[in-house]
């Protein structure tokens, strides 16, 4: 598929389907917990056909797990039933262990279990693009050096964090490669960690990293969708367009229309109905009706795409999942 031309259709659609980040959600229709999700590649692909056959989107997109890269570089991860994985503990203190920080071979871990998934669901789901997830670098940089002391060693100790920098992007690259490999049509990429630096460090340890990746991996074929849900996303956009990636995605803690004032119209960009307050915590109908109030404010940009902020919780109601989708339908049928 011509990535390029699809993200060109979007644009020039005049009703435009939505593309939330919807796939853990999936364990209520496979009736099982996040732990076996994340751990089975059939039922990973199996979750993502089910959800494709539920749902009208754009395209299908796996898990925003970040947990996975981090696990293959050694970390600890906390395991849940009906909670996305986290990391614990803290693996690279100093620039020494930076230094002496061994880089993964893909498939390592969960990372195969990850990309075995997606060269079955690519085989499952052929009425529209499916994107793997991946980490951006400065989001795994922090889960390996402790996300608070990331933050504090850009100022104290850049010279670690750039070491610790160069060798998960090495690997982020590698790993992305392998999803083109199998058939994959893009990432989503989820640099949230970065959302929280000033401008300036973000465009040295984030966005300067990012680049490179995507300059190594997207193609015509082949697409990155730039994810943050940081606060200080509008204040760094910026350095995020200067990443090249081909589309953006952002969270529920901006204002979308303030956002899309500051992108280029020819770039798609996406988001931002809350997870937790909407998808997980909200009603079908106040669902609507955010989702109603950011289109109404929001498409007026040709380059807009509805969307959820964020990867939508397992245990998210899906009377507001399908609210979201009718919302969609019903703004475009008025």
């Not at 969960?110 to 980490?135: C, E, M, S």
Request: hydrophobic share 40%; aromatic share 8%.
């Amino acid at each position: 598929m011509n990535m390029k031309q699809w993200l060109e259709d979007i644009k020039n659609a005049e009703n435009k389907k939505a593309m939330p980040i919807l796939s853990f959600p999936s364990v209520q229709l496979l009736d099982i917990t996040v732990n076996q999700l994340i751990s089975d590649s059939d039922l990973q692909a199996k979750g993502m056909e089910m959800i494709a056959s539920k749902v009208d989107s754009l395209a299908c997109v796996s898990m925003m797990d970040l947990s996975v890269e981090a696990e293959a570089f050694g970390c600890d991860v906390v395991f849940s039933d009906d909670e996305v994985p986290t990391i614990t503990g803290t693996l690279i203190t100093t620039e020494e262990e930076a230094v002496d920080l061994v880089v993964p071979e893909v498939g390592s871990a969960r990372t195969g279990i990850y990309i075995n998934a997606i060269r079955k669901a690519v085989g499952l789901i052929n009425d529209r693009p499916v994107f793997a997830g991946v980490i951006g670098p400065f989001s795994l940089a922090g889960r390996l050096m402790d996300v608070t002391e990331a933050m504090i060693n850009c100022y104290t100790e850049p010279k670690m964090v750039h070491i610790v920098l160069e060798k998960v992007t090495e690997f982020i690259i590698k790993y992305i490669l392998e999803y083109k490999k199998v058939g994959a049509n893009g990432v989503v990429m989820a640099e949230p960690l970065a959302g929280l630096l000033s401008p300036d460090l973000a465009a040295e340890f984030s966005a300067t990293y990012v680049k490179q990746i995507v300059d190594a991996v997207q193609t015509d074929d082949f697409i990155v969708i730039y994810h943050n849900c940081g606060n200080n996303t509008i204040q760094m956009i910026d350095s995020i367009i200067s990443t090249g990636s081909s589309a953006y995605h952002f969270g529920d803690a901006i204002d979308m229309e303030e956002m899309l004032s500051l992108i280029p119209g020819d770039i798609i960009t996406m988001g931002n109905v809350s997870p937790s307050h909407q998808f997980k915590g909200g009603t079908a109908q106040s669902i609507k009706e955010e989702t109603k109030d950011i289109m109404t404010r929001c498409c007026k940009h040709s380059n807009f795409v509805i969307s959820s902020g964020c990867d939508i919780p397992p245990t998210s109601s899906w009377d507001n999942i399908e609210a979201f989708f009718q919302a969609v339908d019903e703004f475009y049928s008025n």
